[in-house]
């Protein structure tokens, strides 16, 4: 392999990350969460609790803990995965009422927002 090519593969796989996702490791997406408020048991099997900053969401792990950012006011909270949802292909998040009304949503019903898992390894 000619060197100029390696140099610029390696280029590439070392500063690719950070160029595209704004850091190596950092896992966000955005799009539309809802609330809910009903249901005695979650598909964890914890009880829900309506008050709790608690998500559901379809595909990480239960105890992942992310951060939610309502886009239309910056109004950001970490909430804890124990439910599977939410069920409209549209939405990324479900939270709980509590959750819904500390960002500052509830009353709409919907919010864009941006959700980041939190590494709860990272020193404080």
Same mark, same amino acid.
């Given at each position: 392999m000619k060197p100029i090519l390696r140099a610029?593969?390696?280029s590439a796989a070392i500063f690719a990350p950070v160029f595209l996702n704004g850091a190596a490791h950092a896992e966000s997406w955005t799009g539309k969460a809802s609330f809910y408020s009903h249901g005695t048991r979650t598909a964890s099997?914890?009880?829900?609790?309506?008050?709790?900053?608690?998500a559901a969401h379809r595909s990480l792990p239960f105890g992942t $803990?992310? +951060?939610?950012?309502?886009l239309?006011?910056?109004r950001s909270i970490l909430v804890t995965v124990n439910d599977r949802g939410p069920y409209l292909r549209s939405r990324i998040l479900d939270v709980s009422s509590g959750a819904a009304d500390a960002l500052g949503f509830r009353g709409a019903?919907?919010?864009?927002?941006r959700?980041?898992? $939190?590494? +709860?390894?990272a020193s404080l």
């Open positions: 610029a593969l390696v099997g914890s009880r829900f609790q309506p008050n709790a900053l608690t $803990v992310l +951060r939610v950012t309502n239309a006011n910056q019903g919907i919010a864009q927002v959700i980041e898992k $939190v590494d +709860r390894t």
